[in-house]
């Protein structure tokens, strides 16, 4: 009898996994539409797909072998192999990429000790893979493992975010304790989106509920969604009693018995005299209390977050701030549902799309198509069933948009999509939401519910005719499954193949019916034009560009983080006034917008604005909003590899063009980048990308080229430079050797920090690297605190002044 290898269970009889299978397969169903569901089960139980299990499902379901092996190889989500107990999932996203994630990613093996292709240790206790997008863009590198996000993950803190991890998991206790509280006016805003919590928010929130607690001050926690402003997070905000704001940046567990003592009194006199002395004793003892973030300057704590919002123009994150995201009495309150409430009442659904087509607005998820027509040819298109699919999968590298305003915002995007279901005429709607976003999933599923206790989903909603109801479906890692057509086929159970078009599904999709395909940030500003009024709307962004969009701003920037700004604004304005500029005082070298489908546009032209036709004319795209800024350190070619190697592995592999085009593109690529190109290879790599770009199938493949041709367009120099074996940035690790000069003063700090022992170990004595033995991780230059690291081309170290 065969056994199963499993995470939580150890050594599984066949009965126990034959019981759990059967128990799945009653739960999710039987039917050849729940594949997807169905192994995510699976995988979620055992943490990979095995063998046994996949036996039974033949023999239970109708789900036949051929499809079976189909789906379960086609989505990154799915393993056949066992994993460890814990894994840890490293982004390669754009901005982590930028930030060095392939070195962090080798960093964690070394330092677990995998060899060679292994990606699980020994003792079976983590197994290691890399992601393409975390959705954490402004915390690069980040890093996943299990459930718990770290950012700013760099190379050398590697082995101490290992031993955190393995801390936490051996002290998960907590008490609960029972002080007496003095009720206070006012409450304390905290941020917990997924930015917020892999920046600590939650030990935070942790710390605020001990440390009330402790001084017996009762004051309301709030959590709040997306603050925006990313890398200020954990951010406080102390609303007192008559409506002012106190806001507290990046606050440190240690300053939250002095914020909360300097706003609020704790109960009893003795209580309060008690804390005095206290406080004053460990002033005493410690300076904590001096550089605490509540005795910094108002302009200091605050000035660089209201630069980073005055302007911004809030209609997609409407509340930002304030709103709890799953708190559906407050949402109401703030005119939320009033919308729906006026559509189901006034409008006819004619009069409806009508609206929708004066407001100008047009999807936010792709090239721009006019979301009234697209609405007006589901409305008009004959079936007897018809569909509303969100599609929130955001796959893009460097974007994260759709998964903050669903994480923060769940109601908003749950009223379009009611109204919008009117609208055409649906009955039925679908959450397609990531499976990498769990805390989008869970907020969604939990709005969905106290909607349904409202009133607000399901039969008869609010006393009108009108019946819609939303279930949630999980992405199973594929990028192409941003495509709608390969969207619909990954709910019905199929590869995520795009299919040929025309016939649009708007009239024939998901499952044959006309489906309305709108991505989160077009739903979610539905309400607003309804509310608003349309000419409130139209009044907001250009001519041919109406209303606002949401952008992840991340990269060598400042301020980086969620921002929501008007169109017509230019991208000089986003870096300089919301973004402060570049990070290190580093140079403006290109804004890559649009990720895998968009394009690099130079810092002589980022006085565009933002607007779909400007930027198509550019040959990018506005895509689903990722805006990642590139400094002069960052190397186009590399850029444009990273782009193409993503897009590469993302291929759906139904059209030639796209599946072999994109990888002989990425071959001209891999040897430019190192060093063995010849210059014949870069207009065979242009021919290349224009072909693909004209036959490829669907949209992945007609613009994974632009990442390519916009380099080529704009920095071709970088290009011949790789031709001639130099990368002048650094970047491409081929084409470089580190070396010491003679600054050294043999201090040995790069010795103790290279991983490789490429360093001899020589106290005061000038070092020398082992160019043989050396994996360029940058450790070194991190660590020398003298600029005695340098990076020379290739074969050139011995040439370098010592």
Not at 112 to 137: N, Y
Not at 141 to 151: A, C, M, N, R, T
Not at 455 to 480: P, R, T, W
Not at 588 to 607: F, H, R, T, Y
Request: glycine letters at 10%; proline letters at 3%; charged letters at 25%.
């Amino acid at each position: 009898m065969s056994s199963c290898q499993c995470e939580n269970n150890g050594k599984l009889s066949q009965e126990e996994l034959m019981t759990k299978m059967d128990a799945i397969i009653d739960r999710i169903g039987t039917s050849r539409d729940v594949i997807i569901p169905l192994l995510q089960e699976i995988q979620n139980e055992f943490s990979y797909l095995p063998s046994e299990a996949i036996e039974r499902i033949y023999e239970k379901t109708e789900i036949d072998r051929a499809q079976l092996i189909s789906v379960s190889t086609f989505y990154s989500q799915f393993r056949h192999i066992p994993y460890g107990k814990h894994l840890i999932k490293v982004c390669t996203g754009t901005a982590c990429h930028v930030k060095g994630a392939s070195n962090v990613y080798d960093s964690f093996k070394r330092e677990l000790q995998m060899e060679g292709d292994s990606i699980t240790t020994e003792d079976q206790l983590f197994s290691i893979e890399k992601v393409a997008c975390l959705g954490c863009c402004t915390l690069a590198p980040v890093v996943q493992i299990d459930d718990k996000i770290y950012g700013h993950v760099l190379p050398g803190k590697v082995k101490d975010v290992i031993d955190e991890f393995i801390e936490e998991q051996d002290n998960q206790t907590s008490t609960e304790s029972q002080h007496k509280k003095n009720l206070v006016k006012g409450e304390i805003r905290l941020g917990m989106g997924s930015c917020c919590q892999a920046s600590g928010s939650a030990d935070i929130y942790k710390e605020l509920k001990r440390t009330s607690d402790e001084l017996g001050i009762g004051v309301k926690i709030k959590s709040v969604g997306c603050v925006g402003v990313c890398n200020k997070v954990p951010l406080i905000d102390v609303v007192l009693e008559n409506g002012t704001i106190k806001r507290y940046p990046n606050v440190k567990a240690v300053e939250i018995k002095e914020i909360l003592h300097h706003h609020f009194k704790p109960a009893g006199y003795l209580k309060r005299l008690k804390n005095n002395i206290i406080n004053r004793v460990d002033t005493y003892h410690t300076d904590t209390t001096w550089d605490n973030v509540i005795w910094k300057p108002e302009n200091e704590r605050t000035g660089l977050i209201d630069t980073f919002l005055e302007s911004q123009h809030h209609i997609a994150t409407e509340g930002y701030g304030f709103l709890a995201p799953l708190n559906l009495d407050e949402y109401i309150e703030h005119e939320g549902f009033k919308a729906l409430k006026t559509t189901l009442s006034s409008y006819t659904r004619e009069n409806l799309i009508q609206d929708i087509l004066k407001s100008g607005i047009r999807g936010r998820g792709g090239g721009g198509f006019a979301s009234g027509k697209k609405w007006e040819i589901v409305a008009a298109a004959d079936g007897q069933q018809k569909y509303v699919i969100c599609n929130g999968d955001e796959g893009d590298p460097g974007a994260f948009m759709d998964r903050m305003i669903l994480e923060s915002y769940p109601y908003r995007v749950i009223e379009g999509m009611i109204i919008a279901g009117y609208a055409v005429g649906a009955t039925k709607g679908i959450f397609y939401i990531r499976a990498e976003y769990p805390l989008a999933v869970k907020r969604i599923k939990r709005a969905l519910e106290l909607c349904r206790e409202k009133n607000l989903l399901g039969k008869q909603i609010l006393g009108s005719d009108f019946s819609f109801d939303i279930s949630i479906f999980e992405g199973a890692g594929a990028f192409v499954c941003g495509e709608e057509t390969a969207l619909i086929a990954s709910i019905e159970g199929d590869r995520g193949f795009p299919k040929q078009r025309p016939p649009f599904p708007a009239v024939k999709g998901l499952n044959g019916f006309p489906t309305l395909v709108n991505n989160v940030e077009t739903l979610s500003q539905i309400s607003f034009i309804i509310r608003k009024g349309v000419e409130s709307y139209t009044q907001i962004g250009t001519e041919n560009s109406k209303g606002t969009k949401v952008f992840a701003l991340a990269g060598k920037i400042k301020n980086g983080g969620l921002i929501e700004v008007p169109m017509g604004i230019s991208l000089n304005q986003i870096i300089e006034k919301i973004g402060g500029g570049l990070e290190n005082n580093e140079k403006l070298k290109a804004v890559q917008i649009g990720g895998p489908s968009g394009g690099c546009i130079p810092a002589d032209l980022c006085d565009v604005k933002v607007d779909f036709d400007a930027f198509n004319q550019m040959g990018a795209m506005m895509g689903s909003g990722g805006l990642v800024v590139l400094s002069e350190k960052d190397c186009m070619v590399d850029m444009a590899r990273y782009f193409l190697a993503f897009t590469s592995e993302q291929s759906c592999g139904k059209c030639t063009f796209c599946r072999v085009g994109t990888q002989r593109m990425l071959d001209i690529l891999d040897k430019l980048c190192s060093g063995q190109a010849q210059m014949d290879d870069i207009d065979k790599l242009e021919e290349l990308a224009i072909n693909v770009k004209q036959s490829s199938l669907c949209g992945l493949g007609r613009t994974a080229p632009n990442p390519v041709l916009t380099t080529l367009k704009y920095f071709r120099e970088e290009y011949v430079e790789h031709v001639n074996g130099i990368c002048k940035t650094g970047i491409c690790k081929d084409m470089i050797d580190f070396v010491v000069t003679d600054d050294c003063i043999g201090c040995t700090k790069c010795a103790k920090a290279c991983p490789v022992d490429a360093i001899p170990y020589e106290p005061y004595e000038v070092h020398h690297i082992d160019t043989e033995l050396c994996v360029k991780c940058g450790l070194c230059i991190d660590e020398c605190s003298y600029d005695a690291i340098i990076k020379v081309k290739k074969g050139e170290g011995d040439k370098e002044t010592r």
